[in-house]
């Protein structure tokens, strides 16, 4: 009887697991089909669709760009939103409501109503600052505040960050040790899930970079695709590969250590569930 | 057990006129404190009576409305926590979850930047101090709570500080942990000689572990002196009826005696004035002898409890009005039955009066 369960209760796992696994790898195989078909009908396979990806000079720069907004944005948001956030937990609970509510707004603005508030801004920004692509990242970091927040929201929840902090203040630590050397270490995981999902809305988002006239990864996608349409969709699919290869070396960070936080035991790999892969937003 | 004291290499800290307000409520009002070098003093008190927020000003972690605290003849009220020089064991675990043992421990050597072979060594010293030389590479999560916080008192320890704050310590701990921690913590402190505020709101474990208890009251020192005295000598009924089990009994104050059921005792304060009071009774004054009389007493009730505490008893008497606790050798409780008919015998002590329930003034 009791084996009989087992064994029925395994092959539901498996069936499971085989549907779950089709339906994320079925647009992957498709795309990667589209990418690699001859431009006649009844055209032998060809992989210049990927190997064009090198001689679209285009294509590499907004490669190349999206790539720098995906290691800049996460830190800058980091460096924005963590100590913030720690700051108010400990010394400013009464604001938590405000900072949170402040952070998930960009939620329920849409790209386009976004646009168009920080079009002047841009256009400030590109007269005084730098008119390179690399300062979508300020745009950026609002859209990546609602995921960030409430994924360091809950590693903070997890640790006793306030007994952590005072006995690292006692022990004569400052402020910027409490924080690179008592609190990101015990939040790590969460740091990562945060990062890998600000990583993920850059290298996907179109919308804002687009009408504001910035050439990143996916506007070059889109332009290309008018061309050559097995390119465009060889370096979709390439950029949604390196999000998933993220993301799997995220699960095996977060396994390496030996004695994982409780912030590590609660937060799941909220990536997925945000959604947002490879997506334009 | 202060008589067992190696030379005191801790300093002088005194807490002069300290106070705090959280959002116009007195926390602390007023508190002056001097601790002797390399002494113990338990800060003992219900919740909200100011006793933690004390520790907390003192350690820096809160900054005070007024008044200033002074380790050794440097006023350090305006330092921030990290440069009081300071350590501190909290009632949560404190352990950082991603090291080991030792390395909780050599967290505060390191940042005053020991070489790694002194650190190693002193992190040994301390670890070995509390006895978990054994439990150096284990994490917190590894470690019981018992454990866990004999490693946080190593790791306070280990940067030497000036004055060691511990912020009831083993509130998290059962009963036998807990025993057995205080009196290590006792032995620990005695052996480092190192000046220890101690706060709690365990009367048992106050008592058991300080030179001196400080029973605080509504942000107040009510009183402050030597275990004993604050048992046998309370000051106000406040401290009386905190620190161990009183009775409550209706009396009549008369030429600087308490009349109680026809008892006269002597009152601690001779000057109260004239009237009915309520008399404080500690249950080891109260005596019981087997009544054969049938005749009702006002000294005379029945037996209607007897609570077993190991080597002593703790019997309950209805007097028809009201009831006593009497604490007397199980051995002695044994002969008094639930039903027995008593007769009450009240010890001459000197006892403190209060004159009203809700204000509980002293006479």
């Known amino acids: ?281 | 057990m202060s008589e067992n004291r190696p030379a005191r290499a801790g300093v002088e800290v005194r807490l002069e006129d300290l106070s705090r307000r959280y959002a116009g409520v007195t926390a602390l009002n007023g508190l002056n404190l001097t601790i002797a070098p390399g002494e113990l003093v338990a800060l003992l008190g219900p919740s909200g009576c100011g006793k933690t927020t004390a520790l907390r000003l003192v350690a820096g972690l809160e900054e005070a409305d007024g008044g200033r605290v002074v380790f050794g003849g440097n006023d350090v009220t305006g330092l921030p926590a990290n440069k009081r020089d300071v350590g501190m064991v909290f009632q949560a675990y404190s352990l950082f979850p991603h090291m080991t043992a030792l390395q909780n421990v050599e967290f505060g050597l390191q940042l005053r930047h020991k070489s790694p072979a002194e650190r190693r060594q002193r992190a040994g010293e301390v670890l070995e101090l509390v006895g978990l030389s054994a439990h150096s590479y284990k994490y917190a999560s590894q470690m019981s709570g018992g454990q866990q916080q004999r490693v946080a008192l190593a790791r306070a320890l280990a940067i030497q500080p000036t004055v060691l704050l511990l912020d009831e310590p083993l509130s998290a701990l059962d009963a036998k942990v807990r025993s057995r921690l205080r009196d290590e913590i006792r032995r620990v402190q005695l052996e480092v000689g190192i000046t220890t505020l101690f706060v709690t709101h365990d009367q048992e474990e106050a008592l058991a572990i300080a030179d001196r208890v400080g029973v605080m009251n509504k942000g107040r020192l009510e009183q402050l002196g030597p275990p004993t005295e604050i048992y046998s000598r309370p000051t106000t009924s406040f401290v009386a009826e905190f620190v161990g089990l009183t009775n409550r009994m209706a009396g009549m104050v008369k030429g600087g005696e308490v009349d109680v059921r026809g008892a006269r005792l002597p009152l601690v304060r001779a000057d109260s004035a004239d009237g009915p009071a309520i008399a404080l009774v500690r249950p080891e004054t109260v005596s019981l002898a087997p009544e054969t009389d049938a005749t009702p007493g006002p000294l005379v009730g029945s037996v209607i409890a007897t609570s077993f505490l190991g080597a002593t008893s703790r019997v309950t008497v209805d007097l028809g009005d009201e009831t006593v606790l009497a604490q007397m050798t199980t051995a002695d409780a044994s002969k008094l039955p639930p039903g027995t008919r008593v007769r009450l015998v009240l010890r001459p002590d000197a006892v403190l009066i209060a004159r009203d329930e809700s204000t509980a003034a002293e006479a």
């Open chain 1, 1 to 281: 009887m009791q084996r009989s369960r087992r064994r029925n209760l395994l092959i539901f796992r498996w069936v499971v697991l085989v549907v779950v696994g089709l339906f994320f790898i079925a647009p992957l195989v498709a795309m990667f089909e589209f990418s690699t078909r001859g431009n006649a009908i009844n055209a032998p396979r060809t992989l210049d669709g990927w190997t064009q990806v090198a001689q679209t000079p285009g294509l590499i720069k907004g490669i190349i760009v999206s790539l720098e907004l995906a290691v800049i944005t996460p830190l800058a948001m980091l460096v924005l939103l963590l100590p913030t956030m720690v700051w108010v937990r400990l010394r400013l609970p009464r604001l938590k409501r405000i900072v949170e509510f402040i952070c998930l707004l960009p939620l329920t603005v849409p790209a386009i109503a976004l646009v168009v508030g920080l079009k002047p801004i841009y256009v400030w920004i590109e007269i005084n600052i730098s008119p390179e692509t690399q300062v979508l990242a300020f745009a950026y970091l609002i859209l990546v505040l609602p995921y960030s927040y409430r994924t360091l929201d809950a590693g903070l929840g997890a640790i006793d960050l306030q007994t952590l902090s005072e006995a690292a203040r006692s022990l004569g630590a400052g402020w910027a040790t409490v924080m690179l050397r008592v609190v990101v270490p015990n939040m790590r995981s969460a740091i990562l899930n945060a990062s890998l999902l600000t990583v993920a809305l850059v290298l996907g988002e179109y919308t804002i970079a687009n009408l504001l006239n910035f050439q990143n990864l996916q506007v070059e996608v889109e332009y290309v695709s008018l061309t050559n349409s097995n390119t465009s969709t060889a370096v979709a699919l390439g950029s949604l590969v390196f999000a998933f290869a993220l993301l799997l070396l995220l699960s095996f960070v977060g396994r390496a250590r030996g004695h994982p936080t409780r912030a590590e035991e609660i937060l799941p790999s909220s990536a997925s569930s945000a959604g947002i892969w490879g997506q334009r937003v």
